[in-house]
């Protein structure tokens, strides 16, 4: 059972909240009331963080309840509570936050937004591992050599995919990024990766898809890009400046 003590409306409010949209069993008291008999876990607020003995306890943040129920279930479900971060790498990231076994959060976001959000769910959880994919050979190398303040595993994430029945479809890369997150892979500290001339005709066709002026890169930046050095749309800028300073020079001299 898990139990909700605190006279800090706002761990009060979001933790109930949380509890509720997940339909997990609670209850509540007052931090000086006796506890229930089955109690496994109490949440409190940071000023009763020693007031309930040996009975093991989360001091939520009211700024993140999610964490703190998090580690609520994973105590009550017996995971151990370590964080594991599993990420099926690609244009859009699909990233699975496990505890334990439970799989307590999803995303699927734009590359550039990844390693902002798995060091967000990474921060203060105690011992976090995040698991990559070793697909997708330039956007893994990208999210290896960024996050250089967890600890990385790349995973052979070969037969991580599940088939997608009816009513599935974009559900893929979240679900292998759990899969990726429950196999262990290789510590990793950075990848380097030649990039191959099809994948760097890959990025230069992309640059044109996403360029108003129907502009594709030049292949130094196309390696920048590849080397995760530069988006997209910084790559397409220096290019259009690039490309407007020769056009001036041109202009000066025939002047």
């Given amino acids: 059972m898990i139990v909700v003590a605190t006279s800090d409306f706002e761990v009060y409010h979001g933790v109930v909240t949380e509890l509720r949209e997940r339909g997990t069993t609670f209850t509540t008291v007052e931090p000086d009331e006796e506890l229930p008999e089955h109690t496994d876990v109490v949440v409190t607020g940071p000023d009763h963080a020693d007031a309930f003995g ?5 001091v939520a943040d009211p700024d993140a309840p999610r964490r703190a129920v998090d580690q609520a279930l994973a105590t009550v ?3 151990g509570g370590r964080t594991i971060i599993g990420v099926d790498p690609g244009r859009n990231p699909g990233i ?7 799989v307590v959060a999803a995303f699927q976001v734009p590359l ?7 060091r967000r769910e990474a921060d203060e959880a105690p011992s976090p591992i995040v698991r990559i994919g070793n697909g997708s050979r330039l956007e893994s190398a990208k999210l290896v050599n960024e ?3 967890v600890r990385v595993e790349l995973v052979d994430e070969t037969g ?14 979240v679900l292998a990024a759990v899969n990726i997150a429950r196999r262990e892979g290789e510590v990793i500290d950075a990848r380097d990766i030649e990039p191959t001339d ?3 005709q890959m990025i230069k066709d992309r640059s ?3 360029s108003e002026e129907n502009r594709a890169i030049d292949e130094l930046l196309a390696r920048r890009v590849a080397a995760g050095e530069l988006t997209i749309n910084e790559a397409l800028a220096e290019h259009r400046d690039e490309s407007d300073r020769k056009s001036s020079d041109t202009n000066d001299l025939k002047e």
């Fill in 96 to 102: 699975a936050v496990l505890t334990g076994e439970t």
């Fill in 160 to 173: 991580t995919t599940p088939y997608l029945g009816t009513g599935a479809r974009g559900m893929g890369d």
């Fill in 198 to 200: 099809g994948e760097l």
């Fill in 77 to 79: 479900r017996g995971d």
């Fill in 112 to 118: 550039g937004d990844a390693v902002d959000l798995i």
């Fill in 208 to 210: 044109r898809e996403q």
């Fill in 147 to 149: 996050l250089d303040t």
């Fill in 54 to 58: 040996a009975i093991p306890t989360v």
